[in-house]
């Protein structure tokens, strides 16, 4: 997610001979409703699959941004409406959506304003059944705000614990298992912020997980070890090894070894149209994680100090559940999954095999607890949140609409209850980047048990 032109860049798409063909008479909303596993076209292997069964690395706990720890799949929602609603969104019939913030407005119920451009966000559970929504700022004075919900849904108060004068850029992110939020600087001298979402600590700067254009971060609850994703057209892979992993319950990310991942395998093959293979991995240490002086990058770009690391196109959304880290590329259109045992690595959707795809662009991604992977999109066109479930079917969770022709979804996330689903049209009806941006909560049946 970054409104900087540089996507020109990435490489074009294949033509239709490296695509699979979808039947005549299937559309791309069609799919959704009917799911493709029966199709044969969707790269689902057992790291998808293993959401569902028993695995060595759990959670403690409720998993912050999604339902209750262990339950929670996407239920049959049905289609979305082929109309939209008073916001400009088409959602599914007996689900209502209310904007709880608006750029330049103030939050119903206080006198706090909400800012422009909102990008990634999380929910985070409050003792009392209550819950707090966090949203980052992408523009050039950034920041974190908050906004604080009461068991019902209903907004309590909204707070900033982030300041956009100590911050820039601030786009994807991601949540640690001690509930801090990681807000994650994209540019070229980038840093990772950890926030507290309650308002009671103080930011701190977390210069030791390397200096890149951040895009999101997730931690593995089992061994604390920091997973990062890079929004560039050549990006790697990072994982970051804190030197006191386990110190009352959280880790220390002052200190610590930063590495990158190389995959085992050609990357021609790995990169090739439709590939579904599983590839092993190892991680290599970077050098000088802070190339930096006087605040210019001098010395070899970080992602440039390791040649033999795998070149990801234009990392974007991460997550982690039951022992595999999921992350999502812009620039192929892909969704991954890295299993944390077997240290190896698969794509587990991949647009180029479809002549229509079911997802035409990948962005943030957020789970439910039975394994739903769901990933928002960022195009011209057609910009939805979409359901990748278990057993391989697509299900659309809430489009924009027309109105919304020059924005994004962002910041997907569900209230503890599953009952809410938390996200942002980025810049709004008007497209405007620094000027709009609208997030909102919708309401219904989302999660079944």
């Not at 234009?314 to 969704?335: A, L, M, N, P």
């Not at 180029?352 to 928002?376: E, W």
Request: glycine share 14%.
């Amino acid at each position: 997610m970054h409104f900087d032109p540089h996507r020109q860049r990435w490489q074009r798409r294949p033509g239709p001979e490296h695509r699979q063909v979808i039947p005549d008479g299937l559309d791309r909303r069609s799919l959704l409703r009917g799911g493709l596993l029966g199709l044969g076209l969707v790269a689902v292997g057992g790291a998808l699959a293993s959401c569902t069964g028993n695995a060595s690395h759990e959670s403690p706990g409720p998993a912050p941004g999604v339902g209750p720890a262990g339950t929670g799949r996407i239920g049959d929602i049905g289609p979305l409406s082929t109309r939209p609603d008073a916001n400009g969104l088409l959602l599914p019939a007996g689900f209502t959506a209310t904007v709880i913030g608006r750029a330049g407005a103030v939050v119903p119920g206080t006198d706090f304003r909400w800012h422009t451009d909102p990008d990634g966000g999380a929910v985070f559970p409050r003792s009392g059944g209550g819950w707090v929504y966090v949203s980052n700022r992408e523009f050039l004075t950034g920041g974190v705000n908050a906004i604080e919900f009461a068991a019902d849904g209903s907004i309590v108060r909204a707070y900033n614990i982030l300041p956009g004068l100590l911050t820039r850029l601030n786009c994807g992110g991601g949540v640690s298992p001690w509930n801090t939020w990681f807000s994650a600087e994209e540019f070229d001298t980038g840093v990772v912020w950890e926030c507290d979402p309650y308002g009671v600590e103080q930011p701190r700067r977390l210069a030791a997980l390397g200096t890149f254009k951040h895009e999101a971060v997730t931690v593995d609850p089992a061994s604390h070890t920091v997973y990062l994703t890079e929004d560039e057209p050549d990006g790697r892979f990072y994982r970051f090894l804190p030197s006191a992993p386990n110190l009352s319950g959280r880790a220390d990310l002052s200190a610590g070894r930063l590495q990158v991942m190389r995959v085992q395998g050609d990357a021609a093959v790995v990169n090739a149209p439709g590939q579904g293979g599983r590839f092993a991995v190892d991680w290599l240490d970077v050098p000088t994680p802070n190339p930096l002086l006087g605040g210019l990058v001098l010395a070899t770009p970080t992602r440039r100090q390791v040649p033999d690391s795998f070149a990801f196109n234009g990392g974007e959304g991460i997550w982690q559940q039951r022992g595999i880290v999921y992350f999502s590329t812009k620039g192929d259109r892909r969704v991954w999954a890295l299993d944390l045992a077997a240290q190896a690595v698969e794509v587990i959707y991949d647009d180029f095999a479809f002549t229509t795809p079911p997802l035409t662009s990948v962005d943030n991604i957020v789970m439910t607890p039975g394994g739903d992977v769901i990933v928002v999109e960022d195009q011209a066109a057609e910009q939805s949140a979409v359901a990748i479930t278990p057993d391989g079917r697509y299900q659309e969770l809430v489009r924009l609409g027309p109105d919304h022709a020059g924005s994004e979804v962002t910041g997907p996330a569900f209230s503890p209850d599953g009952r809410f689903f938390y996200f942002s049209s980025q810049r709004g009806g008007s497209g405007r980047a620094g000027v709009d941006g609208v997030t909102y909560a919708v309401e219904g049946p989302w999660l079944r048990t």
